[in-house]
């Protein structure tokens, strides 16, 4: 009996580092065959060209669609859609997929959602129902959910607005955050290592801190990090770590903004493209705060009960811990949530919370358990489903 051929999608450092054990266990289970799709941030050399990362853990790749250029403008990533959708086109119809797995909502997932839309080919979708009112993924992730045929929900809230959508409740699944495995089953460094592969004192306490475009927002993403980083020079003897921002419309001003910084203060600045999945996850178990407006401030930080200051409106409508804190984009505000969120007493007062996503715990056993029991073939016969007091009359 051929076995089923599951194909993986990968774009960023980010949905890399959510998805590696769900590749891993993929790659060594008997049942299975592992195929992976590489895409847009991975292939970049603007931002950090992480392929190198997925090759480094041992995975052969089977494919790669190249998508970005040098304009990251509106225009520019709806032309960096299309080539997205003719490239994961070419690439489907080459492997022949029996599923697809897609995790998230950026433009790239989207493509390759609609891609295999026209070849038929069924979709898993992991991290639908939820709400980022500040960004445009926003439209993305509602759109991929449309498209699938199994869906994996990092919350039962986010499950119950599948259905709300449409989706059958025997093809959606709550099985927590599929990142937090991480921190179960990976040997994260300690801070030591942490400290001395980033050339930072060890005693020195330290702030890791991403900051991405808010894509919804008509302000400028310049203008609104320049409060964030006025706000940084209130705490001068914190280090920080910055990973990059991605390749959302407005990323690489961003960037280049960060570059100026990072030159002007070299003593405790450290930016990097991407830290890659290991070293990452240290800068954020050992950070005293995460900054910046990145879903892993909301998800994997406060499983490991670091607060986060979540800046500005790019992750409104998500659910949020007790060890988040909001505050706009305006210097003062930031200063104010800053000092809360470093102070024992916020610190002591997380500790027993139970976040919305969980504990570190085995999403990916849970989907796997779903995938061994799919008859992939069925799945394209997909009902709309009507809420029970809202269907309609005939």
């Not at 292939?43 to 190198?52: D, H, K, Q, Y």
């Not at 492997?95 to 979709?123: N, Y």
């Not at 709300?164 to 994260?188: C, H, K, T, W, Y």
């Not at 909301?298 to 659910?319: F, S």
Request: with cysteine; charged share 25%; glycine share 8%.
């Amino acid at each position: 009996m051929t076995k089923p051929r599951i194909c993986v999608t990968t774009g960023t450092r980010a949905d890399y580092g959510l998805l590696y054990w769900l590749m891993h266990d993929l790659h060594d289970d008997p049942d299975f065959e592992l195929q992976i799709a590489v895409s847009a941030m991975h292939l970049s050399p603007a931002f950090g060209e992480t392929v190198r990362f997925i090759r480094a853990d041992g995975f052969k790749i089977d494919a790669e669609i190249p998508c970005l250029d040098d304009d990251d403008s509106d225009a520019g990533m709806a032309r960096a859609f299309g080539r997205a959708v003719d490239g994961f086109r070419g690439a489907f119809e080459q492997l022949e997929p029996d599923f697809l797995v897609i995790l998230g909502d950026r433009f790239e997932a989207l493509a390759a959602a609609t891609a295999a839309t026209f070849l038929h080919i069924p979709v898993g979708h992991i991290h639908g129902g939820e709400v980022t009112l500040g960004a445009m993924d926003d439209t993305f992730r509602h759109a991929i959910t449309k498209m699938a045929h199994l869906h994996f929900t990092a919350a039962g809230q986010y499950a119950d607005r599948v259905i709300q959508m449409g989706e059958a409740p025997e093809r959606v699944f709550n099985i927590g955050a599929i990142g937090l495995d991480n921190f179960r089953r990976l040997s994260i460094p300690d801070r030591l290592e942490l400290m001395r592969e980033l050339e930072i004192e060890p005693e020195r306490e330290y702030m890791l801190m991403t900051y991405h475009p808010a894509t919804m927002d008509s302000a400028s993403p310049v203008a609104a990090l320049e409060q964030v980083l006025e706000a940084l020079q209130s705490f001068p003897d914190l280090a920080v770590i910055i990973t990059k921002a991605n390749s959302d419309p407005g990323g690489r001003k961003i960037n280049a903004r960060l570059e100026t910084f990072h030159s002007q203060h070299r003593d405790r600045v450290r930016l990097v493209a991407s830290l890659g999945q290991l070293r990452y996850l240290a800068a954020m178990k050992h950070a005293r705060v995460v900054l910046g407006n990145s879903s892993s401030g909301l998800i994997e930080a406060p499983a490991v009960d670091v607060p986060t200051v979540n800046v500005g409106p790019r992750q409104l409508g998500r659910l949020k811990a007790m060890s988040v804190i909001d505050t706009v984009e305006e210097t003062g505000a930031i200063v104010r949530a800053m000092t809360e969120a470093m102070s024992p007493s916020f610190r002591d007062a997380i500790k027993d919370s139970a976040p919305p996503y969980g504990r570190p715990g085995d999403a990916t056993g849970s989907l796997l358990s779903v995938l061994r029991k799919i008859d992939f073939a069925r799945l394209l016969q997909k009902p709309f489903y009507d809420l029970p007091d809202q269907a309609l009359k005939e």
